[in-house]
């Protein structure tokens, strides 16, 4: 019985570990708005976020790319042609730094929602 009670807890454990996991990354997400007449479809957008967010010269030349995303839709998975959810991180030893209002200009002037 014992042995049971300890699997279960570990199970738990590990299922409690999953969960947290996915949501820590979704939080650096953010909603932009783009303008559909210069892009061709969400991917094109996101295709440019990444491109201007992978080559981005920041003024603080300590910081180093890390990772991006974007996805085209909103956080239901609506107007996929007109918003996407988006991050850019960069890196030095201080931590990550978020340059996500950089990257909107950069990628003709999306809107952070």
């Given at each position: 019985?014992?042995?049971?009670s300890s699997l279960s807890i570990a199970s738990a454990a590990l299922v409690a570990?999953?969960?947290?996991s996915p949501a820590q990354a979704a939080d650096n997400r953010?909603?932009?708005r783009f303008d559909s007449r210069y892009y061709r479809s969400g991917d094109d957008f996101c295709s440019g976020w990444k491109y201007n967010c992978e080559?981005?010269?920041p003024t603080d030349k300590t910081l180093k790319y890390k990772s991006d995303y974007c996805q085209p839709g909103d956080f239901q998975g609506k107007h996929t042609e007109?918003?996407?959810r988006v991050f850019c991180i960069y890196h030095n030893e201080q931590g990550d730094k978020s340059i996500i209002k950089h990257?909107?200009?950069?990628?003709?002037?999306?809107?952070i929602q």
């Amino acid at each position: 019985m014992q042995l049971t009670s300890s699997l279960s807890i570990a199970s738990a454990a590990l299922v409690a570990l999953l969960a947290v996991s996915p949501a820590q990354a979704a939080d650096n997400r953010q909603l932009v708005r783009f303008d559909s007449r210069y892009y061709r479809s969400g991917d094109d957008f996101c295709s440019g976020w990444k491109y201007n967010c992978e080559h981005y010269k920041p003024t603080d030349k300590t910081l180093k790319y890390k990772s991006d995303y974007c996805q085209p839709g909103d956080f239901q998975g609506k107007h996929t042609e007109t918003e996407a959810r988006v991050f850019c991180i960069y890196h030095n030893e201080q931590g990550d730094k978020s340059i996500i209002k950089h990257i909107a200009k950069e990628t003709g002037d999306a809107q952070i929602q």
